[in-house]
């Protein structure tokens, strides 16, 4: 069966830590893959995505994420993060052009001084 | 702001009424989806336009759900009879038809008494 899976349900890190979020996949091709935030009582704001090609990606807020076929993972990473990274981080995947995405279960970050 | 609005922000109402959800998108997306998120978990998939046309619908949509996007514009999501299990956050996104990234709203949150 096609899944997502981040196998950390709740992170805690320190203010000027890095960060590490994991994130595995299961399906038959390489999916579109995504990482979304979302903050308390916000909707998701996206990012970054991978299609093809560089298999780093970058995306907004610092944040940087690594896609490995090999392994089926598209883990996110952040080198030093801040208190206003605190939030919930969600994988998802795409399986075909017209974006109806599978989510994770999400990944919550404390940030702690 | 021009981003993804949703209207309301908030509905609390009695079990068995019926409840209607607007979603505003933004204007030169084509696609438009509605996801459903309970707390703890990722969003789940729901139903997806494109242009006016509703062309996939989950089968965690019952019979008492229904979606419209009348001329290719605002979508409207409907449950009738509401039940306490419908509780939850309905996000709306939209997405330009390539690249394939989708935009979420902030949400209604729906509690059912």
């Known amino acids: 069966a096609q899944s997502v899976t981040q196998p950390d349900i709740h992170i805690t890190v320190s203010e000027g830590a890095s960060l590490e979020l994991r994130c595995n996949y299961s399906y038959g091709a390489t999916p579109y893959l995504f990482w979304y935030v979302q903050s308390p009582g916000q909707g998701l704001q996206l990012l970054l995505k991978?299609?093809?090609?560089?298999?780093l990606v970058q995306g907004i807020k610092g944040f940087e994420a690594e896609f490995k076929r090999s392994q089926s993972s598209f883990n996110l990473r952040k080198p030093s993060v801040h208190w206003s990274d605190a939030a919930e981080y969600f994988c998802a995947v795409a399986t075909d052009s017209w974006g109806k995405f599978q989510f994770g279960a999400g990944t919550q970050v404390v940030v702690t001084p | 702001d021009t981003g993804v609005s949703q209207d309301p922000r908030h509905k609390i109402t009695k079990r068995g009424q019926n409840v209607t959800f607007r979603c505003d998108p933004i204007s030169e997306h084509n696609r438009l989806y509605w996801y459903r998120q309970t707390l703890g978990q990722g969003p789940e998939f729901l139903t997806y336009?494109?242009?006016?046309?509703?062309?996939?619908k989950s089968r965690l949509l019952s019979d008492r759900f229904s979606a419209e996007r009348p001329k290719g514009s605002f979508s409207t999501l409907e449950i009738q009879r509401t039940e306490q299990g419908d509780s939850a956050m309905y996000l709306c996104a939209s997405s330009p038809l390539e690249p394939m990234e989708a935009f979420f709203g902030q949400g209604t949150r729906l509690t059912v008494v």
């Open positions: 991978y299609f093809s090609g560089d298999t």
């Open positions: 336009f494109q242009n006016e046309a509703q062309l996939e």
